[in-house]
């Protein structure tokens, strides 16, 4: 038998003292890594924070502007809409004006036209009063030229009648002799008259001429009525005297002393 050489055994405290400084120091690189690790995390977390805040900022900035430009949008649209209908308000009023001004076109031609028949209207009774007048003073001329002849007629008229009682009174006279001696002959009296009908009314005026070579006495009675007073007159030698506002057919009687009564009809 193989004798062995007694070997010595270690001690269990020199075998554990380097087991526990590796322990400690692989407790304390732990310990190291751990606190790395946790200012590693501490630090990102810090950044997380900051990146997180300063996002919270640009989002919340981001929001402002959004709800700005939302609201911006919104008075964009209103504003829109009022331009909207302002501009068709002005439409409308355009083709209201549009619709106004041709029919102020067409009353204007509708004027023009009505002007230009007046105008003529207006030169054709302009001619038409000319002509009326150059034949009103034709028939002016006429008339006082028929008025002047009748006045001649008139006065041929009186003298025919007093020459035909003159030779009346002489046929009486030479007829019944005794009568003429009993009862003077009268004259007829020494006047000519005429008849002048007024332009406008249909009354007459008398012109009684004196043709004796003096002043005649004379009275005229109108229609032989007590209404209508007797005008007692004299009329001097040549002159005429005039007896107006005669009605058509009155009967008017002439006087004077010493010759035949004339008796005349307004006609």
Not at 17 to 30: N, T, Y
Not at 198 to 227: A, C, D, M, R, W
Request: proline fraction near 4%; glycine fraction near 2%.
């Amino acid at each position: 038998m193989i004798e062995t050489s007694p070997q010595v055994s270690e001690s269990p405290a020199e075998h554990q003292e380097p087991v526990r400084q590796k322990a400690s120091f692989g407790l304390r690189a732990a310990c190291f890594v751990l606190a790395a690790a946790t200012l590693v995390l501490i630090s990102m977390v810090y950044q997380s924070n900051a990146t997180l805040a300063d996002t919270s900022t640009k989002l919340a900035q981001a929001q402002s502007e959004f709800d700005q430009a939302k609201n911006d949008l919104l008075q964009a649209n209103t504003k829109s809409t009022d331009l909207q209908h302002q501009l068709t308000t002005i439409t409308a009023q355009s083709k209201d004006l549009q619709a106004q001004l041709k029919t102020s076109q067409t009353q204007t031609s509708d004027l023009q036209a009505q002007l230009d028949k007046a105008k003529g209207q207006s030169t054709d009774l302009q001619s038409q009063l000319t002509d009326a007048r150059s034949r009103l003073t034709e028939a002016q001329a006429k008339l006082t030229q028929d008025q002047q002849s009748s006045a001649q007629l008139r006065k041929d008229l009186d003298a025919s009648k007093a020459q035909a009682a003159d030779l009346q009174s002489q046929l009486d006279k030479a007829q019944s002799p005794q009568a003429a001696s009993q009862a003077p002959v009268m004259a007829a009296l020494p006047v000519t008259t005429s008849f002048e009908k007024g332009f406008f009314s249909s009354e007459y005026t008398l012109h009684i001429k004196n043709t004796n070579s003096g002043p005649l006495n004379v009275t005229i009675t109108i229609n032989g009525s007590q209404s209508t007073p007797p005008i007692s007159t004299t009329i001097k030698a040549g002159d005429t005297y005039d007896v107006s506002k005669l009605a058509s057919g009155s009967a008017i009687i002439v006087t004077s002393d010493g010759f035949s009564p004339l008796n005349l009809t307004a006609h």
